[in-house]
Nanobody, 116 residues
Framework: QVQLVESGGGLVQPGGSLRLSCAAS????????MGWYRQAPGKERMLVAA???????NYADSVKGRFTISRDSAKNTVYLQMNSLKPEDAAVYYC??????????WGQGTQVTVSS
């Protein structure tokens, strides 16, 4: 089992910044992918950004140039730096830890609200 603890969500004005963190513990595998997904009310959960244990990153087109994903492998922690936030970025953000296509774990989610 892998436990994920997310932090960093909150209320921010449009154009502002937030940094999300997700710390993994438990049965950590050296080869894994950690990522952030988000789900807005009435919408499906969608990938925001992901990073492999080798450092390869992948971003949704809607966040490219504004969000940056990074990880500290020594701490088993992934970060999502979100800049130039827009109202449409508001959602519950979930951390995902993947070992394979069929073996993955979700965090509990953290709310991001973008409003003036």
């Amino acid at each position: 089992q892998v436990q994920l603890v997310e932090s960093g969500g909150g209320l921010v004005q449009p154009g502002g910044s937030l940094r999300l963190s997700c710390a993994a513990s438990g049965s950590i595998f050296s080869v894994n992918t950690m990522g952030w997904y988000r789900q807005a009310p009435g919408k499906e959960r969608m990938l925001v950004a992901a990073i492999t244990s080798g450092g390869k990153t992948n971003y949704a087109d809607s966040v490219k140039g504004r969000f940056t994903i990074s990880r500290d492998s020594a701490k088993n922690t992934v970060y999502l730096q979100m800049n130039s936030l827009k109202p449409e970025d508001a959602a519950v953000y979930y951390c995902k830890y993947s070992i394979s296509l069929l073996r993955y774990y979700w965090g509990q989610g953290t709310q991001v609200t973008v409003s003036s």
